[in-house]
């Protein structure tokens, strides 16, 4: 049976994508797996079938749908990024719109048009639902919501001037600072979200304890041997962290204030 390992979330330049799998194969093997049952998978769109699947080995999704959607999966751990934003295994979203708006702030987007990736992210969706609740009236705060489908294309929408305002990953920004600068440009940032857990490395329910243990046992020896160290700086990795479901319990927490508050969407 095929053990699935994808790393979709900061899919972000492909050839830094498929080294981060590579080196994870590599470290697997070593430890006596074999190289036919370690399947690399990369989904384009739905990702919830390879994150609820039996076979899923390891993975990495985001904290919103982990405490709202994923009740089946074990938690493995979190990076550590040195993106600017990140400290340890938490990092945040900032606020990006046109250069024409760089000396406003949130409050001044009352009544104007905000663009997300989804509804379940926690970077795009959950933690803006925070920062507006306090200055919501009747509980709106936007006059639109554009879903755009990724952060990527969100950057996109706000350069084409159909939203004013969007939330990105701070992980996500550097990313697509070094690799598509182009996405950046006439935007800037305003302002930073509170810092939340990271984006959580999961596993199947199936998965056994032992190699729960072994698959922790990788993660720590990829981001500190120095044969794997270009690996993880291609993608800001700098370390790992272990973290647990309840940490994320904070994001449920943030969506239930707004919610207390009257604002149940954005």
Not at 93 to 110: A, G, I
Not at 119 to 146: K, W
Not at 225 to 244: H, K, M, N, T, W
Request: proline share 5%; glycine share 6%.
């Amino acid at each position: 049976m095929p053990h699935q390992i994808a790393f979709p979330m900061y899919d972000l330049h492909r050839a830094d994508s498929e080294a981060l799998v590579r080196a994870v194969q590599t470290l697997l093997v070593k430890r006596g797996w074999s190289a036919d049952s370690l399947q690399p998978v990369w989904p384009q769109e739905n990702l919830f079938p390879l994150w609820r699947s039996d076979t899923l080995l390891l993975s990495q999704t985001c904290g919103f749908p982990l405490v709202t959607q994923l009740p089946q999966v074990q938690v493995v751990g979190a990076f550590h990024y040195s993106a600017p934003g990140c400290t340890g295994t938490r990092y945040r979203s900032f606020l990006v719109v046109r250069r024409e708006d760089r000396q406003r702030h949130l409050v001044d987007f009352r009544g104007r048009r905000v663009v997300c990736n989804s509804v379940d992210s926690q970077s795009g969706y959950n933690v803006l639902l925070r920062m507006i609740a306090p200055l919501a009236t009747d509980g709106r705060f936007f006059s639109q919501v554009v879903l755009s489908g990724s952060h990527r294309q969100s950057l996109i929408e706000l350069q084409k001037g159909t939203a004013d305002i969007a939330a990105i990953d701070c992980i996500s920004w550097a990313l697509l600072e070094r690799h598509q600068p182009a996405l950046l440009a006439g935007l800037v940032i305003i302002e930073q979200s509170p810092q939340a857990p990271g984006l959580p490395l999961i596993t199947a329910r199936q998965t056994s304890a032992q190699t729960l243990a072994l698959l922790r046992d990788v993660l720590h020896e990829l981001v500190s041997a120095p044969d794997y160290r270009e690996v993880c700086d291609a993608l800001f990795i700098q370390g790992v962290g272990d973290v647990s479901r309840e940490d994320y319990a904070l994001l449920l927490d943030w969506r239930n204030e707004a919610v207390n508050s009257g604002v149940r969407q954005l």
